[in-house]
Each structure stands twice: as C-alpha cells, then as structure tokens.
C-alpha cells in the first residue's frame, strides 16, 4: 500500500479471532451447503464478503451510547434523540424506525400501490426492493444509464437514471399506473455506482411533470454524498451532510436500511418529506408489523447506536477512508487484468464473470461458480449478483435476463485491514488464473421468491 490509498482513521481496540479451514474441509462444507455460500456457516469463512449490511464494527461513541438506551415501548428519549438527528440530515418532517431496509420496504411501498398493473420504476431495483415490489402486487423497472455495462468504460456517475427510457416508461404505462420512482442511492446493482445531483434533480423534475413520488433508497447515500463532492462540479466544497440535505430534497420519502451507511448492526428508517396523510397510512400498517412507530422493532440501545452512527458516517475522514480501501482492492484486481466494474464503486469490488467465465451460461449462474471457486481457494466468501439474483418473472415465470454476471466483493465499514484486501485479491489472482477448470451449476432446490438465499444447487456435469 501506498500513499494514493488513506489508513483507517481509527485504532482497534477490540479483536475477535478468525478461523482457517484446509481446502478438503471447505469442500465438504461447501457440498453440505449446497454449494450456496448463504447457507455457510460464518464460523466457516475466513473473510466474510458476502455483505456489508449489518456486518461492520461500531464505535466506542456508539456502544457507550447503548448504555443510555431507552427501553420503554412508546415515546422513549432513544427514539427522540434518533428523530432530531435524522431530520437534521434529510429536512423531513416525518419519521420512524423499523427493524432494517425491507422493513421499511413492506410497509411504505404497498401505500401507492393503489390499483392493478401498477409499476415502480428505478435505476436498478436491489433484490428485496424488486420483492417487495411484486409482494405490493405491482412490477419492477429499471430504467438506468448505458453506460453501466460497458464494464472497462469510465463514467464518473454510471448509476444514473436514462432519463429518456425513464420518461418513455411512464407515457408507455401511462403516470397514473406508476406508483413511484425509486433512486437508489448508490445503486447497488450497478456495481456500487453512484449517482449525480444533476441526474437526481433531473428525475424529480420528471416526476413532478407527470406528479408521480420520489423515494430515495438511502441505504448508502453518505457514500453517494462522497462521490457527488469528489465527481461533481460545484460540490468540491460543500459539506457531506449538506449534499445530503440537497439529494433528501429532490425525493419525498427516505428509505433506509442502516445497517450500511448507518454504521449499525440492526435498524432501519422511513422519512416521509410533508405528506401526513402518507405517513399516517406507514403508521398503521407498522404497527402490526414493526412495532409501535417509535420503536419500530427495535430496542433503545440500536435506536441510540443508529442515532449516533448516521452522523459518523457522514464524517470525510471516514468516507475517504472508506471508499480508498474498496479502490485498493479493485486495483489490485484491475492491475492483475481481472474485468471488474470501472470506476470502481463505494461498497464493493464487482468483477465481470461474464468475462471470467464465458463458457458458462447465464442459467448456470457463472458469477456462484466464481464465487463457490474463491471460497474453495482461501475461505472468502463473496456473493452472487446476476442471473441468480434477478430470479424468475412474476408473470412468466422465465428467468429474467440480465445484462450483469457480477460476483460482489462486498466490504464491511470498520472490519477488515488493507492485508486482509491483499489476501483477498491473491486468491482471486489465482482462481482468475484457474478460470478455464470452472464449471456450472443447477438447481436442485428452487425457492419461488429471492432464490438465491435458500437454493441449493448441484455441480453441472
């Protein structure tokens, strides 16, 4: 590591032993798993890549607020101390926690759906969004840039909206059968990709055109307020929380799981900006869901832990910090010739196993084969976003075509050091290097809805 890539801007005081398996004991594991890295046992994996939601470390600020939890079920301080912070941020009016982000998915996304063949529209639903989406009894579009999958070609926002496709979709479905327009904040699918202020305004004037709501998916918009202040003109000076006020005023809702960018292990929000009428229907349906509006499923000491994380990760340092050590591994892996999405993105390295593996096809999901392969080789566990992911339409129930065969190098906030990044890309090295001996998979069970959580699969002969 050199001096282009920022140290963590903490000491570590706490540390939590990992265990090393041999290759024969991870294949016996990985086969009674049903070569489905979920269904892993963490104690089993020697670096944890699956997810960055609820898996980084808190700070000694957030745990020592825990003690001040509040533990009453209606109106406790906890919830009032997290209520200031987060319309500090979003200038809301409105707001109240849930358990995580798809919490906050089944209770606000059903309240527009108002009648049949109704759509959302976003620059790329994630996967729960899109189930969420369907459960709501409506159908997921996505609507972003082209330039997202040209892998190799920079574009310093390749998780915007095309604005043109997105406005073709709402005169082709008609405004009225569009429930919402979701900007997802980065955009996850996309690679980690974030997302312009120019974009984000220009898709609010859209939507006010044709009077159809805006929700931002906030899960990790401290990372998209970054990129906006280092890509966008105009922004080089400007505040992180003041670029985050400005995108929260582009939207009408926030929903968010914080266990990204809110730096905690449990917890989620919905902000609503002005609409009571709104926000009194989330406060219904929540209650036989989530829980009591203030707390929302969760207890005092994860609403102060969130109250006090929201703020940390809107902290430069942090960001840089944050962002310099998913760029170093992405580097690695580029200088090795490994395909990966560019420029890369804020939570995560995406490498392109389309390219990786070409003599797989989509319905034996090449990205699990990379995925299973670097468990094999070194214990990382990584997680499949392609064919897999995207599932079966709802209507057809034919796999969904995708354009992405991604294998997600997901980073946990806080956790793993700059040696940890070079062990992970050396094995990736080496199963680049292997590409040619990797083989398909199939189903052996196939759940109807986010398949790739539970499946179990058999190797293709």
């Not at 282009?4 to 991870?26: D, G, H, Q």
């Not at 200031?84 to 979003?90: D, E, F, G, R, S």
């Not at 009648?115 to 369907?134: C, L, Q, W």
């Not at 942090?318 to 310099?324: A, G, P, T, V």
Request: proline share 5%.
């Amino acid at each position: 590591m050199n001096n282009k890539y920022s140290a963590e801007p903490f000491r570590i005081k706490m540390v939590e032993p990992i265990k090393e398996t041999t290759r024969a004991e991870r294949e016996m594991l990985l086969k009674n798993a049903g070569y489905n890295p979920f269904s892993l046992k963490s104690e089993d994996v020697y670096i944890d890549l699956l997810t960055d939601s609820g898996t980084g470390a808190m700070s000694q600020e957030q745990w020592s607020a825990m003690i001040l939890g509040d533990e009453a079920y209606a109106g406790s301080k906890s919830f009032y101390k997290l209520d200031a912070v987060v319309k500090n941020i979003t200038g809301y009016k409105y707001m109240m926690p849930v358990h995580q982000g798809r919490g906050a998915e089944q209770v606000f996304l059903p309240q527009l759906v108002t009648k049949p063949g109704m759509v959302y529209i976003s620059n790329i639903h994630f996967d729960t969004t899109r189930a969420h989406v369907e459960l709501a009894g409506a159908r997921a579009i996505d609507s972003v840039i082209k330039e997202c999958f040209i892998m190799d070609h920079y574009h310093p926002f390749k998780g915007n909206f095309d604005l043109e496709k997105l406005e073709s979709i709402i005169l082709e479905k008609g405004a009225d059968h569009v429930a919402g327009i979701i900007m997802t904040l980065t955009n996850n699918s996309a690679g980690g990709q974030p997302v312009s202020m120019e974009n984000i305004k220009a898709v609010r004037k859209i939507a006010l055109k044709y009077n159809i709501k805006t929700i931002i998916d906030g899960a990790r918009y401290a990372e998209n307020a970054y990129f906006i202040k280092q890509r966008e003109k105009g922004y080089e000076n400007k505040a992180i929380i003041d670029i985050a006020r400005e995108m929260c005023s582009y939207a009408d809702a926030f929903l968010m799981s914080a266990k990204k960018d809110g730096l905690v292990n449990m917890g989620g929000l919905i902000v609503i900006n002005d609409d009571e009428a709104l926000f009194n229907k989330c406060k219904e349906r929540a209650i036989p869901y989530e829980g009591f509006p203030t707390y929302g499923g969760m207890n005092g000491r994860d609403i102060e832990a969130m109250a006090v994380g929201l703020m940390e990760a809107l902290d430069e340092r942090y960001l840089k910090y944050r962002i310099d050590q998913v760029r170093y591994l992405g580097d690695r892996l580029r200088e090795a010739g490994i395909p990966i999405q560019y420029p890369i993105g804020g939570h995560a390295v995406f490498v392109d196993c389309k390219q990786v593996a070409p003599h797989i096809p989509p319905h034996q999901f090449p990205a699990l084969a990379v995925c299973n392969a670097l468990y094999l080789e070194a214990g990382i566990r990584a997680v499949e976003i392609g064919s897999l992911l995207m599932g079966r339409d709802p209507d057809t129930h034919e796999n969904v075509p995708t354009e992405m065969e991604y294998m997600r190098l997901t980073i946990p906030r806080r956790v793993y050091t700059y040696r940890h990044m070079d062990v992970i890309a050396d094995a990736m090295i080496h199963v680049y290097e292997h590409r040619n001996e990797l083989k398909g998979y199939e189903f052996v069970y196939e759940p109807p809805m986010l398949r790739h959580f539970t499946a179990t699969f058999k190797i293709k002969d």
